[in-house]
Structures are given as C-alpha cells and as structure tokens.
C-alpha cells in the first residue's frame, strides 16, 4: 500500500468536477480509505470573522492576518477541519499526521487563534475530502493524481492562488508542460 500520508495530491487538468486544479493534503490514509483537505479554494469567510462569529458578542482584541478559510472538499461542508504545526498543549480531538503536522477538529483550537497560544502555522478548512478503501490508488493509477511530499511552505504560507503551480514545481512541472488530455493508457 502506498504511504500518502502527508503528501500533496495535484489534480491533473482533465478533472474537471470539484477537483479542478486543486491541491489536496492528504490527513488520513489507512487500508479504511484516505481523507484530505484542499488546500487551494479560499471561501469569503476570513479567520477572523470565524473567530467573531464562534465567540458571538464576546470581546475581541486579539490580532489576525488576513488569511481566509479554505473550502477543504465536499463532504462534510458544516464541520471544521485546521491542519496545523505541532503545539506545546494538545487540542481535545487531534490527530497526529506527521512529527510536525495534526488536524484538529475540535473548536478549542479556534479559541487560541490571534493569542500568544496559536499553532504557530495553521490552515482553517470547512469540509473535507475522502475516497474509500483502494480508491484513491486507483484514482492515481488511472492519472487523475500526481502525488508529491507537502511543503509547509505552500501549506500555510503561498497565496491560495499560486498553490497548484507552486506544487506542480515541486515535481519540476510547469503548467504549460501539462497535456490536457489523458495518455499513457489505453
């Protein structure tokens, strides 16, 4: 079985359903079936009006930038997913994804955003992406996927619109040297 944990999946150009060119960081991958979070599809909800409208006519002066929340797959589209670096304290429901990265689905993490207890990278997502069992190593044998080690720095950090050319580069792949239509197999 391959080992995708921890990995980018690169959506090639001829998916053209939800995963049009999106990067995906794979969170769970295990013989029950992989789960991940796109990484590349801001919402218009930012972090900070999360924070506001989690914490309703509470005071806040805490200090946010201006990162957005991403929509992290169709499935489960009401719940909350963050992708984080390790923290010093654990969150109520965590889950280790490598020595340096967890989800957390729990709302505790939330109430440390914009204060000195903050992950100190995070990436908020509402859904999720999953396949079953043996489905996605189908999907990469039928070239829907390339897969690729993450990077945190496209993770947390490249503008969400520059993610799927910033990981294609990671294979030393430029979106021009992309063929739209599917070869290889017959």
């Known amino acids: 079985m391959m080992d995708l944990q921890g990995q980018f999946l690169i959506a090639m150009p001829h ?30 909800l930012s972090i900070a009006e999360l924070y506001s409208k989690l914490n309703f006519m509470m005071k806040n002066d805490r200090t946010f930038d201006d990162a ?4 992290g797959g169709p499935m489960h589209m009401e719940r909350g997913f963050i992708v984080h670096k390790k923290t010093a304290n654990d969150f109520q429901h965590s889950y280790k994804i490598t020595d ?3 989800l957390t689905t729990s709302a505790d993490v939330v ?27 189908q999907e990469i044998m039928d070239n829907t996927w390339l897969v690729v080690p993450s990077d945190e720095s496209i ?9 799927y050319l910033a990981a294609s580069r990671l294979l030393g792949i430029n979106s021009h040297n992309f063929a739209c239509a599917q070869v290889g197999h017959s």
């Not at 053209?16 to 218009?44: A, K, L, W």
């Not at 957005?68 to 929509?71: D, G, Q, S």
């Open 100 to 102: 340096e990265l967890s």
């Open 111 to 137: 109430d440390t955003f914009g204060s000195l207890q903050a992950p100190e990278k995070y990436l908020v997502a509402l859904g999720c992406s999953s396949w079953g069992a043996g489905q996605l190593e």
């Open 68 to 71: 957005m929340v991403v929509a």
């Open 15 to 44: 998916l053209d359903d939800y995963f049009h060119r999106t990067v995906v960081f794979i969170c769970e991958h295990n013989e029950q079936g992989s789960m991940g979070i796109v990484i590349n599809q801001p919402t218009d």
């Open 155 to 163: 993770l947390f950090d490249a503008p969400y619109e520059e993610r």
